[in-house]
């Protein structure tokens, strides 16, 4: 299995970046996947998940801001970030769990900043 997310950046407050991460070795369409971030000196955190069908949830922090989605075809996970502040500032990271094991990418630097 392999994940490789794309994307990241710097941005301005109040901007936008969109991150990708194309998905190997899985059948994409029937998992559930995941975007997480770790900002420098804190834990990894749970940004946004959807599942196999579509049903989406997100953090408190980013609801409203965030969108995440998927293309089932391309095999790939999207997360659309508007509004961006100088806390969503971190390394963003893809997953999934296949078998029971969890998979993670290499992760995308955001870095949001005047």
């Known amino acids: 299995v392999q994940l490789e997310e794309s994307g990241g950046g710097r941005v301005q407050p109040g901007g936008s970046l969109r991150l990708s991460c194309a998905a190997r070795?899985?059948?994409?369409?029937?998992?559930?996947m995941a975007w997480y971030r770790q900002a420098p000196g804190k834990q990894r955190e749970l940004v946004a998940t959807?599942?196999?069908?579509?049903?989406?949830n997100y953090a408190d922090s980013v609801k409203g801001r965030f969108t995440i989605s998927r293309d089932n075809a391309r095999r790939t996970l999207y997360l659309q970030m508007n509004s961006l502040k100088p806390e969503d500032t971190a390394d963003y990271y893809c997953?999934?769990?296949?078998?029971?094991?969890?998979?993670w990418g290499q992760g995308t630097q955001v870095t949001v900043s005047s």
């Open positions: 959807i599942t196999s069908g579509g049903t989406t």
């Open positions: 997953h999934t769990e296949h078998r029971g094991n969890p998979y």
């Open positions: 070795g899985i059948n994409f369409s029937i998992y559930t």
